[in-house]
C-alpha cells in the first residue's frame, strides 16, 4: 500500500507542478487578472473538473503560485546570506539586496504577481504571510547580527520620532522577538521598502532612459540604504 500512495502522491505532484507551469506561463501571456482555470484545463488536455480536484478555485491556484514566488525570492535571498560568509555587514546586506535583484530580472511575471498591482477581486491569506517574511527576516538577520557585533549605528532613543511611529517601533520590536533595538526600526523598515521600490522600478521600465549604469548605480543604492539602517563597514561578522 505505501507504494502505491506514494506512486499516487509523485504522480499529484506531477499534475500540480504542470498546472502550476502552465499558470505561469498564461501570467507572463495574459497578466494575473485573466488567469483561467478553465483556460490552463484547456491548454493541459484536461477537464475542467479535473483541475478542480488539485485548485478548487481560481484564488487556489493564485495563492499557490504567490507562496512559491515568495518562497523562490526568499530561498534566493537566505543563500546569498549564507554565501557572504564573514563579509562585513554592508556587503552581507548588498549581497542579499543583488539576490533578489537577480531574481525579479530574472522572473519579472512572478515579481509582478507579488509586487505589482493587486489583482482584483483577490485577498491573500495568511498562508503567503511567512513566505513574504523571507527576504526581510535574511535583511533583518544582518542588521541584528551587526548590532550584536557593535557594527550597528543605532540612533538615541529620544530620536525625533513622531509617537505614532515611536509606538509602532516598539510594537514591532516586541512581534519580531529578536535583538534589534526599536530605535533602529523605523529606518530598517524604511530600508526595506526602498529595496522594492528601485527593484521595481527596474523591472517595470521606470529606470529606462534614466539611468544607464544599472549595476552600480544599484550597489550604491542599497549600500545608502545599509547605512540609513545604521550598518556600517570595516566590521567583520563571525570573528573572522
Known amino acids: 500500500m505505501s507504494v502505491i500512495r506514494t506512486a499516487r502522491e509523485r504522480a499529484r505532484d506531477e499534475v500540480t507542478a504542470a498546472i502550476k507551469e502552465e ?50 525570492v526568499g530561498a534566493a535571498a537566505e543563500e546569498a546570506l549564507a554565501r557572504a560568509g564573514g563579509a562585513d555587514p554592508v556587503e552581507r546586506w548588498s ?13 519579472p511575471h512572478e515579481y509582478a504577481l507579488i509586487y505589482g498591482s493587486p489583482v482584483p477581486g483577490y485577498s491573500a491569506p495568511l498562508d503567503t504571510i511567512g513566505p513574504a517574511s523571507r527576504v526581510g527576516l535574511a535583511l533583518l538577520a544582518v542588521a541584528e ?3 550584536t557585533t557593535g557594527a550597528l549605528a543605532v540612533p538615541p532613543a529620544d530620536a525625533t520620532l513622531s509617537e505614532a511611529v ?46 544607464e549604469a544599472r549595476d552600480d ?24
Not at 549581497?95 to 522572473?107: D, N, P, S
Not at 534589534?180 to 521600490?197: E, M, S
Open 23 to 72: 499558470a505561469r506561463r498564461q501570467l507572463a501571456d495574459e497578466g494575473a487578472t485573466r488567469l483561467s482555470l478553465r483556460a490552463v484545463a484547456r491548454e493541459l488536455g484536461m477537464v475542467s473538473s479535473a483541475l478542480y480536484r488539485y485548485f478548487p478555485s481560481r484564488d487556489d491556484l493564485l495563492t499557490a503560485l504567490i507562496v512559491d514566488a515568495y518562497d523562490a
Open 95 to 107: 549581497e542579499v539586496c543583488r539576490a533578489v535583484r537577480r531574481w525579479a530580472l530574472g522572473h
Open 145 to 147: 547580527e551587526a548590532h
Open 166 to 211: 515611536h509606538a509602532d517601533a516598539w510594537r514591532l520590536s516586541k512581534d519580531l522577538d529578536g535583538d534589534l533595538p526599536p530605535p533602529v526600526i523605523p529606518a530598517f523598515v524604511a530600508a526595506w521598502a526602498q529595496l522594492f521600490g528601485l527593484v521595481s522600478f527596474e523591472v517595470f521600465g521606470q529606470f529606462n532612459n534614466v539611468v
Open 217 to 240: 548605480f544599484f550597489d550604491h543604492a542599497v549600500a545608502g540604504l545599509a547605512h540609513q539602517t545604521g550598518l556600517r563597514r570595516g566590521h567583520v561578522l563571525h570573528g573572522e
